[in-house]
């Protein structure tokens, strides 16, 4: 498939990006990596004029300890999530799941934050970031404002972040005795999770169980009443609403967040970072 038409516009800068936002509005949308729009311009589910190319901002690109915070840049790729040694330290989870991310080609090119804009409920990161209860920073033309990561996702494809904002920085609050997992489910090794779930902590969040990426607030709940990892699993499929296809149903996609959920929880139990 071939894309409409469109303008394309380099940005250098934080700032250039956020004018040409501005100066294009609704028309124009953000490139970074490429694997979340171009798919989407390809089959003429986005088809916007004007298309800006962020992915040369080395500025967004870091990995970097302040304080009780790990700080990431919004253009940071996945194989560098992958093989931070900071992150291995600090954040396992984050690391660990990122180098499950597609294939070698996918992870250099793909980045954090166009995963978290892209918002899509079948990603790994953006439940990743749920589970690690994750602050995220946008910059628009009245400065930065901070994003709890559970206000960030709206609907299907849809996040919080403004038409004129740009997101900047993942912040997340490191935890050395937080146990950790990640599991998903996947036909072959590079596609999408039929189902996916990410464990940090008593924090629970899943992939592909609905119009968003989402927390298991059954699963957590339970775990809070000192529930065992088999029984709170069972809750998994609480108070959502999985795609229901021929290639996996509804109720198929239920009993594997079941699944899913208690073998991650199981493991979360026997490491931490």
Sequence with gaps: MIPAAFTYK????????L?????????????AGGHSLLPLMKLRFAVPEVVIDVGGLRDLSYIREEGSQIRIGALTRHHDLEH?????RE?????HAAGTIGDPQVRHRGTIGGSLVHGDPASDLPAVALALDSVLVAQGPSG????????????????????DELLVEIRVEKNPNQGWDFQKFTKRAIDWAVVGVAVAGNRVAL???????MRAAGVEEALASG???????????????????????AEYRHHLAKVLVRRALEAATTRNS
């Design 10 to 17: 380099r940005a250098t800068t934080v700032d250039e990006a």
């Design 19 to 31: 004018n040409l936002l501005a100066e294009h509005g609704d028309d124009a949308k953000l490139l």
């Design 84 to 88: 931070s040694e900071l992150l291995r």
């Design 91 to 95: 954040i396992p989870l984050l690391a």
């Design 144 to 163: 930065t404002r901070e994003i709890a990561i559970t206000d960030f996702f709206t609907d299907f494809f849809e996040t919080s972040l403004g038409e």
């Design 207 to 213: 992939v592909n169980m609905g119009p968003t990426p």
């Design 227 to 249: 529930a065992t990892p088999a029984e709170a699993a069972e809750r998994a499929a609480e108070n959502t609403s999985p795609p229901d296809q021929p290639s996996a149903t």
